[in-house]
Nanobody
Framework: QVQLVESGGGLVQAGGSLRLLCVGSGRTCSSYAMGWFRQAPGKEREFVAAISAGGAVTYYGDSVKGRFTISRDNAKNTVYLQMNNLIPEDTAVYYC?????????????????WGQGTQVTVSS
């Protein structure tokens, strides 16, 4: 069993930055791909970013490419999402997830565990 706890969300003005953290506990996540997703009110959950177990391979959703960066520190069982140049359309609840297979399968939502989410609100 894995527990994931996200933090780092909040209210920020457009053009600003936030860094989200996801800390895993209960079992090490270092052997698994990890990902970030988001869900805005009235919309379906959307893939944001994924990273391989070793951290060498990353994938991004088209709407965040060039602005967001996913990284991980396996010694701390932590995955990060650095978000720069935020826009109001980035407003959503952001969820961390543990992949069930390679990082590329996280893109389609093939995950084993979800965190509880952290709210990100970008004002215009």
């Amino acid at each position: 069993q894995v527990q994931l706890v996200e933090s780092g969300g909040g209210l920020v003005q457009a053009g600003g930055s936030l860094r989200l953290l996801c800390v895993g506990s209960g079992r090490t996540c270092s052997s698994y791909a990890m990902g970030w997703f988001r869900q805005a009110p009235g919309k379906e959950r959307e893939f944001v970013a994924a990273i391989s177990a070793g951290g060498a391979v990353t994938y991004y959703g088209d709407s965040v490419k060039g602005r967001f960066t996913i990284s991980r520190d396996n010694a701390k069982n932590t995955v990060y999402l650095q978000m720069n140049n935020l826009i109001p359309e980035d407003t959503a609840v952001y969820y961390c997830a543990v992949g069930s297979g390679p990082a590329r399968t996280v893109i389609t939502g093939t995950v084993s565990y979800w965190g509880q989410g952290t709210q990100v609100t970008v004002s215009s």
